[in-house]
């Protein structure tokens, strides 16, 4: 009996359905005293994916290797006896559907619901366990609404840096109410972050206007309103965050970003930069992805330091002395200063600008507001920059130093300004090269031999301080030291750490988000009362800003707040906050909903999240490394803060899986050709498309062709040519130029052989295509590994292959190709070989068409080939080393097939191991075997180590020095009985041909050699 996996993985599919048998029970739930796990009294393990975003196309093979991956875990964890948590969701709230809704009217939760429906039938297809009873979808209201209750708390909150946790913004208020505020320089302060407020005494923040106090609160809240600058795409019409921007272009549409100045929501995780960065040390996440957060949030040591601008008071918009404050963690270079850079932003640009150097000026800053802040500080090849015409004075020297505008230059770093050092930092180094300024060394490498003297920057914090007045002779951690002293006594500026990571912006002017639970009123915010969530999202006629350029939300019709009863102001309609949420405004917060997903009462009880806390395995990719995973951590310490959660962390391990890229084919298509009809010479006809093959057009391209070739493919486009139009009687004859290489759908492509057929039906225009094959007949396709994408038609569905080949198959390969964490292409062909193995696993509990199942007790070198098994299954579990398995599997199925083994003592356990991977087989086995009950409940058996001891030895015979062949003893027999039973085998005698050994050699336990 063949194995039949298109109606056993069906049947197990709908079993699981039936049963709710991946339901996930909390102990709090009634159910949970009779469910499997609450019987075993197992502890609690989470295992989580990244939610996807459903797109239209659907997955394709690359997409389901991580969810794979975890779905192995869940599965395993589940037979060890653990109360597991395995849930999936969608993040569907997002700017594709948006545009999809633009172009074509239909609104995008229509959109996204067909997206998900598509996903979740794939999903379903490949038998993960996932629990769908706690399903969460963004785009629901039921679970906005919690969105927006945590928005509401983070205004209402600030970033106490006394307790060094965020409290409720009335703690501030009772602060400004006993004691005042002593403006910039007070220890209230929300992080690192200077508050630039003038102070104000008890008396006089009580008589501030209700809008006055606002405005103070808002440089306090952890959700505020300012003016900052964005990436503005205007073809989108909305803002986009840093990591949505790439190459000066959006990452979505490749369209232009540009820099602008808007009033935007802001979350402030700068306030959380130090913890941010402290914490990485104490989970278990990939290195990788620490190194990539570490250097985001860029945490550096200095000073800021003031360069006083040389007084022209005839400049137009100049009042007064003006100053330019930089930040160094390089103080101990200060005499280095050669020039003074601004950032294109920065608000002195427009103020110090001499008219001489205005135009020029005002060019640059246009172009350098187009170049994303990433583009920017990645193209350190592109040196721009231009003088101000203005001179700022050093302040120990007291020497002019010219003020340029450079974008290697970030306004939202630092002061948006630097003192630059080109003789000890390279960025400056560049600069002052390309611009022909001066380069003065102020630091003595410690070697002669160390680079930096005049061919590059020695940027080295190591060597002895020069040319450096009182910092003279000092080594350059000494000089640091006391370069600031100095710097802070003659109040030149104040030792400081400073960050560059900045605080997150939060608005998007698009549709399809959550709304912004905000409400004007006298042109002040105010949050929603949590009676009133959740703000449903409203009905609009266009999915495109307003005609004066407000966010699409603006089209509501009567879509105003209206004051709940009793309100003074109830009656009145106050104008909504038009920006929806950012899309990672969700996904932020979606592992806590999972843990109480139908609560209805707040976002997740105190008792879920205190059984769950937080997840033990987070599986996804590591291109989220600076967006969401930060995002989700800052969300995360802030509710621990307010004490709605016991955990700092989302989750304590986190494997980013590595990509599955496809396998490109290639025809190879000579250009476009036409002949001339002599009859007629004024028409021309259009040849057919012609195609060399693989060996053809490398012969082509090295100019190699015979004769011979040449003029069949001549003879064969003409005649092809004649049969397409038979009127024409004589044609001229044309030459062969190089061809183009041109991506097929890998779908008609079988071992790089083209289903010739096949590609002419694909296409229109290839419908009478020629092909020039090899000699066999068959077009051969050239191949590369590639991005498994759709513009290269090497995306391979999750879909076919599971028709084709089965879900535990599909499951297989997928681990089989390589280490999780690696990128691999994908290649068809190699999952026959699964296949086989499949088959052969089945064959083990069969015999023909009859089960076959024996209850004798199993022999020493089957139990040994189990629990070996059991060992190596465990430990590449527990290590995340899921191809090596799959290794593992093929050999012990090899070796207990060799064996003849259909003992229920080995095929019982070996159904259990099993079944993470192959799930679907395994619980038909499992039925057949006798068990009524899922297999995803059995106990995964232990190794039992006695069975792997080696009590014999398998003694390679050999003649002459020759192995002829093997034979097992005990390895405590006597080397003389070795001797006596090897002389005595039919094999023995067979090779001695009736000879006399004229020596026979006994190693123990290693050889046996026979002379003859």
Same mark, same amino acid.
């Given at each position: ?35 499997? $796990? ?13 939610? %996807? ?164 609160? &808002? ?14 795409? %205007? ?121 001489? &150097? ?82 003065? &060394? ?45 710097? =802070? ?42 009676? =009133? ?123 980013? &899986? ?29 040849? %057919? ?8 057009? +490398? ?38 130029? $190089? ?18 057929? $096949? ?24 191949? +590369? ?49 699964? $296949? ?130 093997? @034979? ?18 039919? @094999?023995? @005698? ?23």
């Amino acid at each position: 009996m063949e194995y039949n996996f298109r109606e056993i993985e069906k049947k197990w599919q709908q079993y699981w359905k039936d049963n709710k048998t991946f339901k996930t029970y909390n102990p709090t739930d009634p159910e949970y005293a009779t469910s499997h $796990s609450g019987r075993r009294g197992g502890a609690p393990y989470y295992v989580l994916d990244m939610f %996807p975003y459903p797109s239209g196309a659907g997955l394709h093979v690359g997409h389901p290797l991580g969810y794979i991956a975890s779905d192995i875990f869940a599965r395993y964890k589940r037979l060890k006896g653990f109360n597991v948590l395995h849930p999936m969701g969608y993040d569907s709230f997002g700017l594709p559907a948006e545009q999809y809704a633009i172009q074509t009217g239909q609104h995008p939760e229509i959109t996204t619901k067909t997206n998900i429906a598509r996903y979740r039938e794939q999903l379903d297809k490949i038998g993960f366990s996932f629990d769908w009873s706690r399903e969460v979808r963004t785009s629901d209201p039921n679970y906005y609404k919690w969105t927006q209750w945590i928005f509401i708390q983070l205004f209402n909150s600030w970033y106490n840096k006394k307790t060094n946790k965020a409290e409720n913004i009335s703690t501030l208020i009772e602060l400004f109410e006993t004691i005042g505020f002593k403006g910039t320089e007070d220890d209230i302060l929300t992080g690192d972050l200077e508050i630039y407020h003038d102070g104000f005494t008890v008396n006089e923040w009580n008589d501030f206007s209700e809008a006055t106090k606002e405005q103070v609160l &808002q440089q306090f809240r952890l959700a505020y309103l300012s003016d900052t600058m964005v990436n503005w795409c %205007p073809q989108l019409g909305t803002v986009l965050a840093n990591e949505e921007v790439k190459d000066g272009v959006s990452e979505r549409g490749g369209y232009p970003v540009e820099r602008k100045l808007m009033k935007q929501w802001s979350l402030r995780i700068t306030a959380y930069a130090d913890r941010l960065l402290n914490d990485l040390e104490d989970i278990d996440w990939t290195e990788s992805i620490k190194e990539a957060q570490r250097n985001w949030i860029g945490k550096s040591e200095g000073t800021s330091l003031k360069f006083k601008v040389e007084n022209q008071k005839s400049k137009e918009g100049m009042d007064g002395e003006a100053f330019i404050e930089v930040f160094t963690t390089r103080p101990d270079t200060v005499f280095g200063v050669s020039f003074v850079t601004l950032a294109p932003e920065h608000e002195l640009v427009t103020k110090i600008t001499t008219p001489a &150097q205005k135009k020029e000026v005002e060019e640059y800053v246009t172009f350098a507001k187009n170049r994303s802040e990433r583009e920017r500080m990645a193209d350190v090849k592109k040196i721009t920059g231009v003088f101000t015409g203005a001179y700022a004075i050093h302040p120990f020297t007291c020497k002019q130093v010219p003020v340029w505008i450079g974008d290697y230059v970030l306004a939202g770093y630092g002061t948006g300004a630097v003192m630059a050092v080109p003789a000890h930092d390279s960025r400056d180094f560049a600069f002052a090269k390309h611009f022909g300024l001066d380069i003065l &060394q102020v630091i003595l490498p410690p070697s002669p031999l160390e680079k930096g003297l005049g061919d590059e920057a020695f940027e080295a914090k190591e060597g002895t301080v020069i040319n450096s007045g009182f910092l003279d002779g000092l080594e350059v951690k000494r000089a640091i030291k006391e370069a600031i002293a100095v710097i =802070e006594e003659e109040d030149l500026g104040k030792g400081k750490t400073n960050y560059r990571l900045r605080d997150a912006i939060f608005g998007r002017q698009r549709y399809w988000g959550e709304p912004i639970p905000v409400y004007y009123k006298d042109g002040i915010p105010h949050v929603l009362n949590e009676s =009133e969530l959740p703000l449903i999202l409203p009905e609009v006629d266009k999915y495109l800003p307003t005609e004066t350029g407000e966010p699409p939300l603006a089209r509501a019709k009567d879509w105003k707040y209206t004051p709940l009863s009793g309100s003074p102001h109830r009656g009145e309609g106050f104008d909504y906050e038009y920006s929806t949420m950012p899309g990672w405004a969700g996904s932020s917060w979606y592992y806590l909903r999972y843990m109480d997903a139908h609560n209805d009462k707040e976002f997740v009880s105190k008792e879920a999240v205190n059984y769950w806390k937080n997840v033990n395995l987070y599986m996804g990719g590591a291109e989220h490394a600076t967006g969401h995973l930060l995002y989700v951590r800052f969300w995360t310490k802030f509710l621990y803060d307010l004490g709605l959660i016991p955990v700092i962390e989302p989750a304590k391990k986190l494997i980013n &899986q590595g990509m599955i890229q496809g396998m490109s084919a290639f025809v190879y298509r000579l250009p476009p050709l036409f002949m001339w009809g002599r009859d007629n010479d004024k028409e021309k006809y259009k040849l %057919p498309f012609i195609f060399l093959s693989k060996s053809l057009n +490398e012969k082509l391209n090295k100019k190699i062709l015979n004769l011979i070739e040449i003029e069949t493919i001549k003879t064969i486009a003409i005649n092809e040519f004649k049969k397409l139009n038979p009127h024409i009687k004589e044609v001229f004859s044309f030459d062969l130029s $190089s061809c183009s290489a041109l991506h097929t759908d890998v779908n008609i492509v079988n071992n790089n052989v083209l289903d010739q057929e $096949s590609f002419k039906n694909w296409r229109e225009e290839y419908k009478n295509a020629i092909f020039i094959t090899e000699e066999n007949g068959d077009y051969i396709c050239g191949s +590369e590994v590639e991005k498994m994408s759709k513009s290269k038609w090497n995306v391979v569905s999750p879909d076919a292959m599971v028709e084709q080949y089965g879900a535990d198959c599909l499951r297989l390969y997928e681990m089989f190709l390589g280490p999780l964490e690696l990128s691999k292409p994908w290649n068809t062909n190699g999952i026959t070989g699964v $296949s086989t193995f499949i088959r052969k696993l089945w064959r083990l509990y069969h015999n023909g068409d009859v089960v076959n199942i024996g209850n004798e007790a199993a022999t020493k070198s089957e139990l040994k080939t189990l629990h070996k098994t059991i060992k190596k299954i465990t430990e590449d579990i527990e290590r995340f080393s899921f191809n090596t398995s799959v290794s593992n599997f093929m050999i012990c199925v090899n070796e207990l097939t060799e064996q003849k083994c259909n003992k229920r003592e080995i095929l019982e356990p070996l159904a259990i191991i099993i079944a993470p991977y192959s799930p679907h087989i395994a619980e038909e086995l499992w039925n057949i075997l006798g068990h009524t009950e899922s297999i995803t409940y059995a106990a995964f058996p232990e190794c039992k180590e006695e069975y792997l001891v080696e009590s014999s030895f398998n003694y390679p015979i050999s003649f002459n020095g020759k192995t002829r062949f093997f @034979q097992e003893y005990e390895r405590s027999l006597p080397k003389e009985q070795v001797e006596k039973e090897v002389l005595a085998l039919e @094999q023995t @005698q067979k090779y001695l041909e009736g000879k006399i050994p004229k020596k026979v050699i006994v190693v123990p336990n290693k050889i046996v050699n026979i002379v003859v």
